[in-house]
């Protein structure tokens, strides 16, 4: 059912969750490769596809946890090859993000995934920062590259991936940790890590996705990110819900990813609104809208339809959270605070 017509919310709460500004922090760019994009860049590079068409690549999407998503999501991004299919990528996420009302937005991709192709990083990065550049005349909505390492691949490869990077160093803003949990805990990338942040970059990584509470504790004293990706598991330490909030450590939790993805068995069951009742700074994000059912607002307004406790108030919490975790300045922090204020006076006062 769509989320619009999920019967058990009120129409001014479902119109607040839409027209509230909002920042995006935990998009893989490449996650957003909607199929029909696909479909017309496989076209246009003479890629040859292993599915008949679009709905038989759609009807692929049902994994069974991180690594059965990643294998598609893989395949998929291989119709990435020239800066302009970056840069259409990116710009139709930013078409989805308007629609959503996303004010910022601060964007993961994966270089390794295709300078292993033999993409070279700048046709990766122009495509993209363009793509940044023209949503912000476009749609006013600013944004911010965030370069992930994938934790399968080694720490030197990693450092490869860095280096070749840095003359692309306007171009982004930080680097993160992305891909299989399982068996690549943090303290694999420490010394890289070391190195961003040396150099000035902010950093961020996933943990406690799949992996275990403690992940978060190593990818938050090793590595010394300054946000956790995902995070959910952190439920399972009393100790660590406790040291989150008391250190304001954001959380970019992704509600439709973790379904998706069985981290958790259904939205009801999902742990968002208790930690925001534990005073955790959480966000909502889409992940990978392309395969996980929905963009940022049908991840806010199919988990609100699922707990009905939550109203106008967590709805301002979420937003003030997204904002308060991103990397902008505390003037900007403040402008969109007020703004979010104006549109709940609007819709919901
Ligand atoms: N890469 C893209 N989406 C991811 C996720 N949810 N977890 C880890 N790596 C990813
Ligand atoms: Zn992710």
């Keep these: 059912m769509a989320a619009d017509t ?13 027209r509230m500004p909002k920042a995006e922090l935990h998009l893989h760019i490449e996650g957003s490769l909607e199929p029909e994009l696909i479909f017309r860049l496989a076209a246009r590079n003479g890629v040859k596809l292993p599915y008949p068409s679009v709905e038989a690549l759609r009807a692929a999407y049902a994994f069974t946890d991180l690594q059965s998503f990643l294998d598609l999501y893989y395949a998929g991004a291989s119709v990435l090859l020239k800066e302009e299919d970056f840069f259409d990528l990116a710009f139709a996420y930013f078409e989805r993000a308007a629609a959503d009302n996303v004010v910022h937005a601060e964007i993961f991709f994966d270089p390794q995934t295709h300078t292993a192709r033999g993409v070279p990083m700048a046709a990766v990065v122009h495509g993209l920062a363009h793509a940044c550049q023209r949503a912000h005349a476009e749609y006013g ?11 399968h691949l080694s720490e030197d490869d990693a450092f490869a991936t860095l280096e070749a990077a840095l003359p692309h160093r306007q171009h982004f803003i930080g680097v993160g940790l992305d891909s299989s949990e399982r068996g690549h805990p943090p303290e694999k990338f420490a010394r ?3 190195r961003a942040r040396e150099l000035g970059l ?16 190593t990818a938050l004293d090793v590595l010394k990110v300054e946000r ?25 939790v992704c509600p439709l990813s973790n379904v998706k993805l069985c981290v958790v068995p259904d939205l009801a069951a ?14 909502i994000n889409s992940d990978d809208p392309a395969y996980f059912g929905g963009y940022v607002v049908d ?3 199919q988990l609100f339809a699922a707990h009905p406790r939550m109203g106008v108030q967590q709805a301002r919490q979420l937003a003030l959270n997204s904002f308060e975790a991103s990397f902008v300045g505390a ?7 007020r703004e979010l204020d104006a549109v709940i006076e609007r819709l919901a006062g």
Excluded: M
């Design 6 to 18: 999920l019967p058990s919310r009120p129409d001014p709460l479902r119109a607040l969750l839409r």
């Design 141 to 151: 909505i600013s944004s911010a590259l965030v370069l992930c390492f994938l934790r």
């Design 192 to 194: 890289v890590f070391a």
């Design 202 to 217: 902010h950093l961020v990584a996933h943990a406690g996705e799949e992996g275990p509470a403690a992940t978060i504790e």
């Design 228 to 252: 956790i990706d995902h995070g959910v598991r952190c439920t399972e330490s009393p100790a660590l819900i406790e040291r989150l909030a008391r250190q304001r450590v954001p959380l970019t």
């Design 270 to 283: 999902h742990p968002l609104p208790a930690l925001l009742d534990a005073g955790l700074c959480a966000t």
């Design 299 to 301: 991840n806010y307004l």
């Design 331 to 337: 003037e900007q922090k403040a402008r969109w605070a």
